[in-house]
């Protein structure tokens, strides 16, 4: 293995298209509540339009030699995105500030976990949420039976705030005071 991280660009998300793409057939694969919402679910419908939505935005691909085997993309965007059609992600009166951060899509093929990979990519997340000090809220929208996904992420000190949609999504929340340093080299 020949493993790389890069921080991509915006202008270059499309080297994640298939990445995303299994992420949400893998989250389908895993749910038991509501698996069918994951259907229009992809690329087009989830990535592009959060990345249109935030005010600040931050990619980076993981790759084994030049082939793209996991990516984890956060953002930084105003309250109010995470109250739409879809659902309310959390009490928009609960967060003093305007802006959130949000470690929004994260992924590694399975034959990449366990090996430390995951670990880095979300200390990596972390140190860029956590240098805009207008933001104290950080949040993360774990997916039905993704209970790795939801362990991996308590273990990182953040903690489950509370269920939408019927239990279709686990809303973990963190803020700035609580957050933990991941002991990762840089």
Not at 101 to 128: A, D, N, P
Request: glycine share 4%.
């Amino acid at each position: 293995m020949n493993i790389r991280y890069e921080s991509i660009p915006v202008e270059n998300i499309e080297c994640c298209r298939d990445l995303c793409n299994e992420l949400m057939a893998y989250q389908k694969s895993k749910a038991y509540i509501k698996p069918e919402l994951f259907d229009n679910m992809n690329f087009e419908t989830r990535m592009i339009p959060s990345v249109k939505r935030a005010l600040h935005n931050h990619i980076v691909v993981v790759k084994d030699d030049d082939r793209p085997v996991g990516y984890v993309y956060s953002n930084i965007s105003p309250k109010e995105t995470y109250a739409n059609d879809f659902a309310t992600f959390f009490d928009l009166s609960s967060v003093r500030r305007n802006n959130v951060g949000c470690l929004s899509q994260f992924y590694l093929k399975e034959e990449y976990r366990q090996q430390g990979i995951g670990s880095k990519l979300f200390h990596m997340s972390m140190k860029w949420l956590k240098q805009f000090d207008d933001v104290d809220d950080f949040f993360i929208f774990v997916s039905n039976g993704n209970t790795n996904a939801l362990e991996f992420y308590k273990r990182k000190g953040f903690s489950v705030s509370h269920d939408i949609l019927d239990g279709f999504i686990t809303v973990l929340r963190c803020h700035r005071r609580d957050m933990i340093d991941t002991g990762l080299p840089e």
